[in-house]
């Protein structure tokens, strides 16, 4: 490695720990996240009895953290920022197997500094205790693995990539959807029909390990994750897309969702990308990420559930196959076509960048103070994270919505509200009145004393 690319290297390596760590606990804590740090520790304490719709390994790494490391909101995210952190690295070696260190090292900077999660997360999901992260990390490493095995079918690489497949279902079942790379791996292999095998077995044995803690209630627990998810995809889940609600969105809400936090000029320049990383790099290796990339997006494709995370798990092979069409294209006579490409995810990356900067107290975190100086009893409606609003004032008594209620407070999250039939902040003002307070993007709407 020279010289030059070490110092580029670390500084890289600089901006990721920056983004994973600058003031990690600050931001609000709020819904899912909430959920698996209160799983995770009881988890750790031998109670494996909540949020059995999940499988169970991120659940532990967070409640690993929050004991290990001092029990704060930093020590619930932090095994999330170091998986982030450490995603970077899987990712250059990824993109280096391709196409040389350069492409490792633009795949590296791409995953830290381009904002790859929506929502109410400000910046990159590895600043959230919740299950993405991992999930993320474990994908990423499949495909690290399942390239290794395209260029060399010892069996313990086998091996390493069922058990990468299988950490990734035992975080979220739609982990699994990442063992269609054994596909590319398997075309550069047609004959290592019992590599396969030992794959599957792999990832089958490491999925049912990480339940082996709940002890006699584990084959009850595998069956409830199964059933749950089954259930969830047949009964819908109402998202905001494109200005309307939908129980069942749209087949293209994914690039919606991305377009939300990327921005169009940077999602189109990302996708363009990596379709000319598959395209001028032909090899097994290449393969196994284009499979990756397809694989993942006929998943979100055909799913019921189009959450806005659900997409997320696109994030790590896009990237790596993207990082490629750049270097080739700016290695070759194409390099104009790489600048223009280059423009508007370094207009993003450096947005995100901007964000972390300014991470500070903000949203609940803020009313929190508020909400916990209301008098006992006091009744609050909430067309925000109700659970959240509940946990910061467990003195009052806050409800959902549905009939209004002239003589409580009303706290107004535009995230959650736009999923909410008839939330309607004016039509409250004009029946109620009262005085509107802005705590970041929350409104609060004060009742008028009678």
């Known amino acids: 490695m020279t010289r030059t690319r ?103 900077l791409l995953w830290y500094v381009l904002p790859l999660h929506p929502g109410v997360v400000e910046a990159h999901v590895g600043r959230q205790a919740t299950l993405e992260m991992p999930l993320l990390f474990f994908t990423a490493c499949a495909v690290w693995a399942a390239q290794a095995v395209a260029a060399h079918t010892a069996w313990w690489r086998w091996a390493v990539f069922g058990a990468a497949v299988g950490a990734a279902t035992a975080t979220k079942l739609t982990g699994a959807s990442v063992a269609v790379v054994v596909l590319a791996a398997w075309a550069a292999h047609p004959r290592r029909v019992g590599g396969v095998l030992l794959a599957g077995v792999t990832a089958v044995v490491v999925f049912l390990a990480t339940y082996l803690p709940f002890g006699a209630e584990a084959p009850h627990a595998v069956q409830t994750v199964v059933q749950w998810q089954l259930d969830h995809a047949g009964r819908g889940a109402v998202q905001h897309v494109a200005g309307q609600n939908h129980l069942f969105p749209p087949w293209w809400s994914a690039w919606w969702f991305q377009s939300r936090y990327l921005g169009w000029a940077a999602l189109a320049a990302l996708w363009v990308s990596a379709l000319a990383g598959a395209a001028l790099v032909r090899r097994a290796s290449t393969a196994v990420v284009a499979t990756a990339v397809a694989g993942f997006t006929v998943a979100v494709v055909a799913s019921p559930l189009k959450l806005p995370q659900y997409h997320d798990v696109l994030a790590p092979p896009l990237v790596a196959l993207a990082a490629v069409g750049l270097t080739r294209l700016l290695a070759s006579r194409a390099w104009p076509v790489a600048a223009l490409l280059a423009v508007p995810l370094v207009v993003a990356g450096a947005g995100q960048l901007a964000t972390v900067a300014a991470t500070r107290t903000a949203d609940y975190a803020l009313l929190a103070p508020q909400l916990r100086g209301l008098p006992a009893g006091s009744t609050v409606v909430s067309w925000a994270d109700t659970g959240t609003l509940q946990r910061a004032a467990p003195q009052v008594r806050v409800v959902g919505p549905g009939a209004v209620d002239c003589s409580a407070a009303l706290v107004v999250d535009p995230t959650i509200a736009d999923r909410i039939p008839d939330a309607d902040l004016d039509q409250w003002l004009r029946r109620c009145g009262g005085t509107v307070e802005r705590f970041d993007r929350l409104s609060v709407v004060r009742p008028v004393s009678r």
Not at 32 to 47: P, T
Not at 54 to 63: D, E, Q, R, S, Y
Not at 102 to 107: D, F, K, Q, Y
């Open 6 to 108: 070490r110092l580029l290297t670390l500084l890289v390596v600089l901006a990721g720990a920056f983004v994973f760590c600058w003031r990690l606990g600050v931001e609000s804590s709020t819904g899912d996240e909430l959920v698996y740090r209160d799983a995770g520790v009881a988890y750790v304490h031998g109670d494996f009895r909540a949020n059995l719709e999940h499988p169970p390994l991120a659940k532990f790494l967070i409640g690993l953290g929050h004991v290990a490391f001092g029990g704060s909101l930093t020590a619930d995210r932090l095994p999330s920022a170091l998986m982030g952190l450490a995603t970077g690295g899987v990712l250059f070696c990824v993109a280096r197997r391709i196409a040389g260190p350069w492409a490792g090292l633009a795949a590296m």
